[in-house]
Nanobody
Framework: QIQLHESGGESVQPGASLTLACITS????????MGWFRRTPTTDLEFVAS????????FYGDSVKGRFTISRDNAKNTVYLQMTGLKLEDTSVYSC?????????????????????????WGLGTPVTVSS
């Protein structure tokens, strides 16, 4: 089974940009949909972004649309989350997750990717702190 390792989190000021990386080991990510979630003090896991295994479909949480971009490099077994215009409320621990693709030709709805229960493997997360 694959292991997920996030990196790139740090403390920044509002308006700053950061890029998080999720590197996998123990297997290739070619057959996995990938997602980013975050956990805040007042909520459970919040969907941030997802990218399908082909890399041609992405979805974003409402609070990050237009500011965050998810991408993947299957050759490097890495998924990225580019974050711009960071806000105080983006402070959280960001975790990446992998979902095994069992039906490569199926059409997956946005609600599918938003559901953390769909994901099979999780990293431990990397903390992002936005403060002035």
């Amino acid at each position: 089974q694959i292991q997920l390792h996030e990196s790139g989190g740090e403390s920044v000021q509002p308006g700053a940009s950061l890029t998080l990386a999720c590197i996998t080991s123990g297997g290739t990510i070619n057959n996995y949909h990938m997602g980013w979630f975050r956990r805040t003090p007042t909520t459970d896991l919040e969907f941030v972004a997802s990218i399908n295994y082909r890399g041609d479909t992405t979805f974003y949480g409402d609070s990050v649309k237009g500011r965050f971009t998810i991408s993947r490099d299957n050759a490097k077994n890495t998924v990225y989350l580019q974050m711009t215009g960071l806000k105080l409320e983006d402070t959280s621990v960001y975790s990446c997750a992998a979902d095994i693709v069992v039906a490569p030709n199926a059409r997956y709805s946005e609600s599918y990717f938003r559901n953390p229960a769909q994901y099979d493997y999780w990293g431990l997360g990397t903390p992002v702190t936005v403060s002035s």
